[in-house]
């Protein structure tokens, strides 16, 4: 009997530059919006903002349903719909909606990133079709207050996934490694919670100090307790589809990162170092590159033809 090959997809949405042997990203393929531009009340340590400034800014709420049909006539399949926090720790998504259900009607696949909401959120956000939620999950109170900023338990976390468990809306949360200070603390418990919830998927990514923010000085986390949870995911998160995203220290780190990836069966992995896809080419992987974010990647196949730029 043939034995099957190893499989691994490499999500490469365009809100970063993609460009090397193996594939090219274009423009608009799949785009982050943030819907407070560069605005957030919450200036966390580890990003301070410095994420949004990498976005498009959404249009007022009127405008966004003739944004996204733009979008639509220029070859777009999707995008992020995200921005920055409000003192309780919510995106307010809610004037968005609509754009985001035309989108959806249209046959866009869009992800939310939803921040910390509860029940008529995750009720919104369910009727309004989204195709995915996404929300960063931490395991530690100290982190959250701290880190965050937030007066809230990690406990409130948990409380995110059961308000959307309970409205039925399909989540893939994320974990970042090492988000505070380079110090993994809550990531285990965090990730139980997660796995418990019945997620589509789990995004991983490692703390990257970021110029700019009160971090930019610090370390990242230790390779070998990074490497550590990874083994732990993997086990831990069973029929779980698990992806690295695209937040990851670069150069050798990243490349050990990505390996033990392959090694350990994740499902999708974010702009991958050209030497992770050199191995898969030489081991005879069936691998692939999509336009779109890496928790939808993860979970399966796009409701469409898949992007066919670039060359394998």
């Known amino acids: 009997m043939k034995k099957a090959k190893k499989k691994i997809r490499f999500a490469v949405p365009s809100g970063k530059v993609y460009k090397n042997e193996y594939f090219q990203n274009r423009p608009l393929s799949f785009v982050n ?15 301070g903002g410095s994420l949004l400034r990498s976005m498009a800014p959404a249009p007022p709420p009127k405008e966004f349903p003739a944004r996204v049909r733009q979008w639509r006539e220029r070859g777009c399949g999707g995008f992020l719909l995200s921005g920055g926090a409000d003192e309780r720790g919510r995106v307010p998504l ?3 909606l609509n754009g985001a259900a035309a989108a959806v009607k ?4 869009v992800v939310a990133h939803t921040g910390v909401i509860g029940a008529a959120d995750a009720a919104a956000l369910k009727a309004s079709g989204v195709t995915r939620a996404t929300m960063d999950i931490i395991g530690d109170t100290d982190t959250v207050r701290n880190v965050c900023g937030l007066p809230l338990t990690a406990a409130a976390y948990e409380g995110v996934l059961s308000a959307c468990r309970c409205a039925g809306l399909a989540v893939s949360p994320h974990i970042v490694i090492g988000i505070d200070h380079g110090v993994l603390k809550g990531e285990r418990k965090a990730l139980e919670a997660i796995v ?9 990514v490692v703390l990257k100090p970021l110029k700019g923010t009160a971090m930019a000085g610090i370390d990242p986390p230790e390779l070998k307790e990074v490497l550590s949870f990874l083994e732990f995911a ?6 779980v589809p698990l992806a690295l995203g695209c937040a990851c220290p670069g150069g050798a780190y990243r490349r050990t990162v990505e390996s033990a990836c392959l090694d350990l069966g994740f499902r999708a992995i974010a702009y991958p170092d050209p030497h992770t896809v050199a191995r898969c080419e030489a081991e005879g992987w069936d691998y692939g590159f999509e336009a779109r974010c890496c928790c939808l990647t993860a979970a399966g196949p796009p409701p469409r033809e898949k992007e066919k730029e670039g060359a394998k």
């Open 33 to 47: 919006v943030s819907v407070t531009g560069a605005a957030c009340a919450l200036d966390c340590k580890h990003c």
């Open 94 to 96: 809610g004037p968005y």
């Open 106 to 109: 249209s046959g866009m696949e």
């Open 196 to 204: 418990a919830h019945e997620p589509r998927s789990v995004v991983l």
């Open 234 to 239: 993997a086990s831990a998160a069973g029929s």
